[in-house]
């Protein structure tokens, strides 16, 4: 079984910066942080899912959406599972339900956390 638990949401204004963490636990041989890929996801009312930001299982490569490229970065720390999203000069089009997921390599199986919520707003 996979837990992920994420935090670091909340209420900020256009221009600011929130900091999101997700922490990853479960039991192996199903879970293995440091062989998962690790991806943030966010979701407004009304609106598909999308993909922010992901990270490789050795943190050396990463992707992000093109609308938060050069604002967000995804990082990780396999000593202590966990993977963050630096969020800077947030818009209000960023506001949304922030989702951590979890693949682990040569498998199809996702994991998610249950959100946590950001709201750009003045």
């Known amino acids: 079984q996979v837990q992920l638990v994420e935090t670091g949401g909340g209420f900020v204004q256009p221009g600011g910066s929130l900091r999101l963490s997700c922490a990853a636990s479960?039991?192996?041989?199903?879970?293995?942080?440091?062989?998962?890929?690790m991806s943030w996801y966010r979701q407004s009312p009304g609106k598909e899912r999308e993909l922010v930001a992901s990270?490789?299982?050795?943190?050396?490569?990463?992707t992000y959406a093109d609308s938060v490229r050069g604002r967000f970065t995804i990082s990780r720390d396999n000593a202590k599972n966990t993977v963050s999203l630096q969020m800077n000069s947030l818009k209000p089009e960023d506001t949304a339900v922030y989702f951590c997921k979890l693949r682990r390599r040569f498998s199809a199986n996702d994991y998610w956390g249950q959100g946590t919520q950001v709201i750009v707003s003045s």
């Open positions: 990270i490789s299982h050795t943190g050396e490569q990463t």
């Open positions: 479960g039991t192996a041989p199903l879970f293995s942080f440091r062989n998962s890929a």
